[in-house]
């Protein structure tokens, strides 16, 4: 029986039609890529009407949630032991992890390349086994130079491939309409990891040793992340699908229509919004690099990486200097991960509603407000609230790399999110290195969080100034 216009997925809204025909739209046994190619099923399980993207969705959110509590939020626990069981002091340390992020950041161009031409999958198998060997080779060093070796070389170089750059251009690739909302569940799921895994990581380092926590964090990328990578999908394109579970021939009924109506303002809200979402612009890399938005957004995250890397690796040592005993720190740093959940939750039902300039400023200033409390106080009720602000402000991170595909396009998506890595790797590797460093030279963490407070501030300003940018021109034609 021929259905009327209707977009197919999760939480889809039907679509008002101005002709008087209804469109019929037929269901083929099987559907066929443009080479005649039959395409693969998914297999009994994951197959039916729910939309296979909600599932890489969930799988890549199980990977994500073991990757933020060990590679992400792990040195900040592992700062202190392994600098004391190494003999090194806080600057050396620091700098180990501060590369660690650098380097990710440093090959994000060359990464994304290579997401965009091979594709994303194969992209985080290799950087899943190397993140794996890396955290065994790691639990056994005994001197900086194979702690060096393991962290920089394995660790840090396999966990930025596989989920920093891959995994998110996944996402990307199979959203669209709600592309904010699936970045929002895969960063919340990240902090919910480490919301559950970190105070049993500071168990396990407590009663045994760090070492312990390190070959946890093998298991979870060689036993578990691993066996869990041949059910992902490299794109909906592939399954014969659209993103967010469009039918084809939904948009293509959609895009006729509209031509007809000969004006995009004759045509109903909902018909608009069917074409933007799949059949938007997209930009070439070269394109989007002239664009003042690109630049915009650029600076903006440069600026919050300033504000965020040095609280972030020494936010448990800080509370240790206001005389807070490890095991409350740790508290503190939980109750921190564990309000990014609701919020980047909360942000990504309204990411894909409101302008993103308005969340990233406001979320900037948010985080500022709990960098002054974390400055002016030694109270435990501060500190709380402090932490509980600070935990809001980080919702707004899904919506910061969302908006790279939402102003252009999913195509390059990879090579210009590696763009934008690149150009804060500097801040990776200096501010929690200067950080340590302060702390060495003056045992004081006050100037640092002050320099913090002014990047995030200047951040949020910039974040305030970005727009959507015009279609490049030779699409107008």
């Not at 019929?24 to 729910?50: L, V, W």
């Not at 890396?134 to 194979?146: A, H, N, P």
């Not at 919910?192 to 500071?202: A, R």
């Amino acid at each position: 029986m021929a259905k009327p216009l209707l977009l197919v997925g999760f939480g889809a809204e039907g679509v008002m039609k101005k002709s008087k025909q209804p469109i019929s739209i037929t269901h083929q046994p099987e559907i066929n890529t443009p080479n005649k190619t039959p395409i693969r099923s998914p297999g009994r399980f994951f197959s039916g009407r729910f939309f296979y993207g909600w599932w890489v969705l969930v799988l890549i959110s199980v990977m994500a949630a073991m990757n933020n509590a060990f590679f992400d939020k792990g040195p900040a626990l592992f700062l202190i032991p392994v600098g004391a069981s190494l003999g090194l002091n806080r600057a050396t340390t620091s700098l180990i992890f501060s590369l660690g992020r650098s380097e990710g950041a440093v090959a994000g161009p060359f990464v994304g390349y290579l997401v965009d031409r091979f594709g994303a999958r194969r992209i985080m198998v290799i950087g899943t086994i190397l993140a794996g060997i890396g955290f065994i080779i790691f639990s056994f060093s005994q001197t900086l130079w194979v702690f060096a070796f393991a962290y920089l070389g394995f660790v840090a170089f396999g966990a930025t491939m596989a989920f920093q750059d891959s995994a998110t251009a996944m996402v990307i690739t199979w959203f669209s309409r709600y592309r904010v909302r699936a970045m929002s569940v895969r960063e919340a799921s990240g902090n919910l990891g480490s919301t559950i895994l970190i105070p049993i990581m500071t168990l396990v380092i407590a009663i045994w040793d760090w070492r312990v926590a390190a070959l946890m964090g093998a298991g979870a990328y060689l036993i578990v992340i691993l066996p869990l990578m041949p059910l992902l999908k490299e794109s909906p394109e592939s399954m014969g699908l659209l993103p967010d579970g469009a039918n084809e021939a939904d948009v293509k009924a959609a895009r006729l229509e509209m031509e007809a109506s000969g004006d995009d303002g004759a045509a109903s809200a909902e018909l608009q919004r069917l074409r933007r979402y799949y059949a938007g612009a997209e930009f070439t890399v070269r394109e989007a690099l002239r664009t003042t938005s690109f630049w915009y957004l650029m600076m903006g995250t440069v600026l919050r990486q300033v504000s965020r890397v040095g609280i972030d690796l020494h936010y448990v040592a800080i509370l240790e200097w206001k005389d807070f005993d490890t095991s409350i720190a740790a508290l503190f740093f939980t109750l921190r991960l564990g309000m990014n959940v609701p919020s980047k939750l909360i942000v990504g039902y309204f990411g894909d509603k409101v302008p993103a300039q308005i969340i990233l400023g406001g979320g900037m200033v948010i985080y500022s407000l709990g960098l002054v409390l974390l400055l002016s106080s030694d109270g435990l009720i501060i500190l709380a609230i402090s932490a509980v602000t600070m935990g809001i402000s980080e919702g707004i991170t899904p919506v910061n790399w969302g908006v790279i595909g939402n102003y252009f396009g999913r195509h390059h998506y990879a090579t210009l999110r590696g763009t934008i890595n690149m150009s804060y790797s500097w801040a990776l590797l200096l501010v929690p290195f200067a950080t340590g460093w302060w702390f060495d030279q003056y045992t004081s963490y006050s100037w640092p969080i002050v320099i913090s407070l002014g990047a995030a501030v200047a951040s949020a300003v910039i974040y305030a100034l970005m727009r959507q940018p015009k279609i490049p021109q030779r699409l107008k034609a």
